[in-house]
């Protein structure tokens, strides 16, 4: 090799070496989130996911599914850094079992339940206690998410009594794990209407959203996100800033949330 070669090999060898120890912080950084969420975050937290691993380099886990199901797995001990629920009674009882860090939980998020209907054609209907909802079912289901422990199932059912309208279609309730799974029912047409939340409606073109429940026939639909305390780390509090941050709330928005003020 030449004198000129072997210079310019140096010089290579030191331009990697010193790539490398630019990166090294990065990379020494990096960390992975578990971050456990309400189903109906879906599309929310699948663009979140992306944008937040691409700007931070740290790994994103999302765990999806209903909120009753996750807090339980959170207090049999599985490894989840966040909690964000589709109502404040999950995450109150895991505040109180001391499962949360102290003052890190918010609220994050607020949505509005619907009647939804197989199709893209379906009439409007005007709900309030006149509705004959029994009638419009005839022989078929009304989708729900499980009515005594999923939030969407139980903001549905508080609305249905309040109203009037559930002895009469309770024993036509076909309710499902989550509030995706009721979507994916009316979606099919293996149930002719449903009630989920706007936004999971807004989700799925072979529904369409025929009637909005009152907003005073139920109680307020919060999502409450939280850290919780079996760990902290560097990467868990940027995930709680991203939350909060522009990103997170353009995603939440194109999805037809409210992000709630902080």
Same mark, same amino acid.
């Given at each position: 090799m030449t004198t000129g070669s072997s210079t310019v090999a140096r010089a290579g060898v030191a331009a990697f070496a010193l790539s490398l120890m630019q990166l090294a912080p990065t990379m020494a950084g990096a960390d992975e989130v578990t971050v456990f969420a309400a189903a109906s975050l879906t599309?929310?937290?699948?663009?979140?996911?992306?944008?937040?691993?691409a700007e931070t380099g740290h790994d994103l886990t999302v765990s999806l599914a209903g909120s009753s199901a996750l807090a339980r797995q959170?207090?049999?001990?599985?490894?989840?850094?966040?909690?964000?629920?589709?109502?404040?009674?999950?995450?109150?009882?895991?505040?109180?079992?001391?499962?949360?860090?102290?003052?890190? &939980?918010f609220d994050?998020?607020? /949505?509005?339940? +619907?009647?939804?209907?197989? =199709?893209?054609? %379906?009439?409007?209907?005007?709900?309030?206690?006149?509705?004959?909802?029994?009638?419009?079912?005839?022989?078929?289901?009304?989708?729900m998410a499980l009515v005594d422990a999923v939030p969407a199932g139980i903001y549905g059912k508080a609305s249905l009594e309040s109203l009037g309208l559930w002895e009469d279609v309770e024993p036509q309730v076909a309710q499902a794990d989550n509030v995706r799974a009721a979507l994916a029912f009316v979606a099919t047409g293996e149930a002719p209407f449903g009630i989920v939340y706007a936004t999971d409606a807004a989700a799925d073109d072979n529904v369409t959203i025929v009637g909005t429940f009152p907003a005073d026939s139920h109680p307020p639909i919060i999502y409450p996100a939280a850290d919780l305390a079996n &760990?902290?780390?560097?990467?868990? /509090?940027?995930? +709680?800033?991203?939350?909060? =941050?522009?990103? %997170?709330?353009?995603?939440f928005e194109r999805q037809g949330f409210i992000v709630l003020d902080q």
């Open positions: 599309n929310a937290m699948a663009e979140i996911e992306e944008r937040f691993e959170i207090q049999q001990g599985a490894p989840a850094d966040i909690f964000i629920s589709a109502n404040p009674g999950w995450m109150d009882e895991l505040e109180n079992g001391g499962l949360l860090e102290p003052d890190s &939980r994050l998020l607020n /949505n509005s339940i +619907v009647l939804i209907a197989h =199709g893209t054609d %379906a009439a409007p209907v005007e709900i309030g206690p006149e509705t004959d909802l029994a009638g419009l079912l005839g022989d078929g289901r009304l989708a &760990r902290d780390s560097e990467a868990e /509090n940027a995930f +709680v800033d991203y939350l909060r =941050g522009p990103v %997170a709330r353009a995603a």
